[in-house]
């Protein structure tokens, strides 16, 4: 049996818990023994991005000596792994946490990423049915390269039908104080992608990341839409 | 200077109001990127291509000490008289000195960005010369009195039918909307400007170390008029824009066209090596090299941004950047605009007044993947954020994150709180929009995010076994 820990971001701790339920049942299901470690509450990715990176230092060390013994950390969120694995080691350059944050880099792994690549296993035997565009976040698809595994696990959701969007590469516009900071070009990015995902008659888009869909999500109420947006995993555990 | 940060915000704003003018942007930058696909095929590896462009770039700006007084020392043989330009000052200052010394009264020049960096045009006027521009595009701005938007289509945000109400306005012509027939207007009215020009002036897009020629890429043959039918040319060039060999030209000539337009190659390429020489009929009498410094050698003294300085001036990372997409190129107020523009201006400028540059972006690193050279954009904007933290903290910022950490480290102690914010949520609809409510800028065309009763942790603590049924509700 394997044991994994699972990662909980914060904002998916608080707005989106099905999303951290979803991934402890999957692995599950696949046998793994699940562990959560509450003293991990964020990857301190907030702070870093503004550039406080004495308070990101704060939390990240924290979260280091949580994960510290676990072989297998798994998390929900592509962006929160980004950090963990491309810029931890950057953010403790020089310091004594330093050697810590990039042990723990290749023990993490975004969830598509560990259940594809490392499991090998891309038939989940999920059903859902309806069409669905894939939207890329951007830390999973260039920090981390996870272009394929995930569209390879949709692929065997039954009675769903994956069409590509031509943006979906394009960012959505959230970018963490991003979309505090400059309202007006947020809302038009999340705008333009989820006009495009309207385009081609979707009922749902889905992404590895719940940030991104928070943002999706805020623009697709407001505007009254009927798509749904839902993360890998909520797709993945549906029966 | 507060000013250029509230430029930012107030023509991005204006920009998102303009939908017509949003479309058509997206949809030339949607062309544009179709047809550098295509293109990029054509290479047999476009990655390996990168990577060895970025080896050279490292070669020659790791080695500037030798590259650039070889480079002086072969253009003087060849009869360039090279000048060095401190800063924008001192680089103005010398083009007058020869535009007065020659008794010059109209100048020509083709595109170049970093006379626009130096405000050449303006510097100019205001000592009375004529300054025509011959780039299609940049004739129109000019005429227009505006700024390039973008470092290589400088009036990709103009429509054929502003641009023809431009020229009916400017030139006796007619009004008319055909892009043919206001190509022929343009070249009518630039024809007679090249044969009485006194001075023309180009930039330069490398320069070759190993003979001490510098190269020019255009596609309209401009610019081989401005360097050719003046007595005099000057071309003004920053100092990263060496180049070790000829052969590098054979990579970076295809690499730049790909990258900037997608073409496989621009129309004219031409390598300059000096005046006419006394056997020969045609071309300027001197040709004045400027090369400038204002404030490279300041990123060459930094090792981590040091690779800041083998940007090609492409302007893929524009082009691919969601929030030049939306802002407009404007909304910059700088000469460089885009990814590329966010992370040099604050160097070649002054930190305190462009860091607002590097908060606009959404680290999404579209730039960074798409850059020739594999400049890594996005890490810099990072960087940039990190040191204008440092400089200058915003209080409202600073005590948000200051409480954000405190949760993060010590997260059980904020569940009252959370739990009271559960509940306030609910009335939040009351007030959603109005001035006092603290998620004004965020509710606008957007709803909140709802915080849930049950956070995952609570589930895990208190409900561990029953934990999947439970949230099947």
Known sequence: MIKATVFIP?????????????????????????????EAVCCGQPPFNSGLHEEARKIATRTLRALERSSVIIVPSASCAAMLKIFMPRLFEGYPEYDLAVEIRDNVYEISDYLVNH??????????KGRAVFHDGCHGLRELGLKRPPRELLRKVKELELVEASDAEM???????FAVRFPELSTCMAEAKCATARDLEVDFIISCDSSCLMHLQSSLRYHRSSITTLHLVEVLASR | MKSIHRKFIKLSRRLIQDNNRRQRIRNALKGYEAKRGSTIERFQNWEAARQVAAQIKWEAINHLDEFLPQFVDNATKNGMKIHWADNSYQAQSIILDIAQKNQAKTVVKSKSMTTEEISLNSALKKKNYTVIETDLGELIVQLKNEPPYHLVFPSMHLSKEEIGEIFAMHFDVGL??????????????????????D???TGVNFAVAETGAICITENEGNARLVATCPRI?????????????MQDLALFLPMLATSGSGQHLTAYNSLYFGPRKTHEQDGPEELHLIILDNQRTTLLARPHQRELLHCIRCGACLNICPVFQNAGGHAYAAPYQGPIGSVIMPY????????HLAKASTLCGACTEICPVKINLHHHLLDLREQAYRLKRNLLENSLFKLYTLYALNQSRFRPILRLFYYLQNLHKFIAGKPFDPFRRWCLRRELPRLRRHSFRSFWRRQRKNLPRLMLK
Not at chain 2, 233 to 242: L, N, P, Q, R
């Open chain 2, 233 to 245: 040319h000057i071309a003004v060039m920053g100092i990263e824009k060496i180049i070790p060999r």
């Open chain 1, 10 to 38: 914060c904002f998916v701790d608080l707005f989106y818990p099905e999303v951290g339920v979803r991934t402890v049942q999957i692995l599950e299901r696949l046998g793994h023994q699940v562990d959560f470690r509450e």
């Open chain 1, 171 to 177: 960012c959505c516009g959230f970018g963490g104080t």
């Open chain 2, 199 to 201: 001075i023309g002036i």
């Open chain 1, 119 to 128: 499991l090998g296993v891309v038939d989940l035997g999920a059903r859902l």
């Open chain 2, 348 to 355: 070649l400028r002054g930190i305190h007044s462009w860091k």
């Open chain 2, 176 to 197: 008319t909307h055909d892009p043919e027939t206001l190509t022929q207007i343009a070249r009518e009215q630039l024809r007679l400007k090249f044969l009485q020009a």
